[in-house]
């Protein structure tokens, strides 16, 4: 079985902080995991994805995610947050091995930024 | 390349009435997913066609059904509504394969009343 949790239902940050979006994983196998963002009465937009190589991955919009096998943790950061930011964030891992091809997401963190 | 589209963007039934959603993929996309999404229970997986066919299902009640045509178009029903269906139904698409990613469309935004 997969699962992800994001232990945090809302991130409040300034901006022009770094901004943090934490996500952990269980996978059976190797982990396929990916970041989504949706903003307000719209769908959820592909942000980045760790598929294989380099633990750090670069996406969409400056951000940025970082893959951590030890901890199983796929965490999404921003070095610079703009209030644009500001949307619901979703983390999903599909397991290589585990013969589903849907993602299960986690249940969304809020990122707000703050003037 | 044109996005996910989903028709009708909004709607508004009746207790114990029936809905059918609508999902055109990207193109060259085989599969479609449904997802539904509420406050309380976030983006609950309901089904996945791939090529026609019916590949994975989640743990809804058989009021939610779907099916996929060969253009890859997909089309989502919800018999006999409950005022607990009311939600943002996504639909997504993609190549099929675990690796690659999902595009979603806008949704479908259904009232139940």
């Known amino acids: 079985a997969q699962s992800v949790a994001q232990p945090e239902d809302q991130v409040n940050v300034a901006e022009g902080n770094p901004l943090t979006v934490k996500c952990t994983y269980s996978v059976s196998g190797n982990p396929y995991l990916f970041w989504y963002v949706q903003y307000p009465n719209r769908g959820l937009q592909f942000l980045l994805k760790y598929i294989t190589g380099d633990n750090l991955v670069k996406g969409s919009y400056g951000f940025e995610a970082e893959f951590n096998k030890s901890q199983t943790s796929f965490h999404l950061k921003k070095p610079s947050a703009l209030v644009s930011d500001s949307a619901l964030y979703f983390c999903?891992?599909?397991?290589?091995?585990?013969?589903?091809?849907?993602?299960?997401f986690g249940r969304g963190t809020s990122l707000i930024v703050h003037p | 390349k044109a996005g996910v589209t989903q028709t009708p963007r909004y709607l508004i039934k009746t207790r114990g009435q029936q809905v059918t959603l609508s999902c055109s993929p990207i193109s060259g996309h085989r599969s479609v997913s449904w997802y539904q999404q509420t406050p309380g229970q976030g983006l609950q997986f309901l089904f996945e066609?791939?090529?026609?066919?019916?590949?994975n299902k989640g743990n809804f009640p058989g009021r939610f059904s779907g099916r996929q045509f060969s253009n890859s178009r997909s089309e989502m029903n919800v018999s006999t509504l409950e005022l607990g269906d009311s939600a943002l139904y996504l639909c997504?698409?993609?190549?099929?394969?675990?690796?690659?990613?999902?595009?979603f469309g806008p949704g479908t935004r259904l009232t139940v009343t």
């Open positions: 997504a698409s993609s190549s099929g394969q675990p690796a690659y990613e999902q595009y």
């Open positions: 999903a891992v599909r397991d290589e091995t585990g013969g589903s091809y849907i993602p299960t």
């Open positions: 066609y791939f090529s026609e066919t019916q590949r």
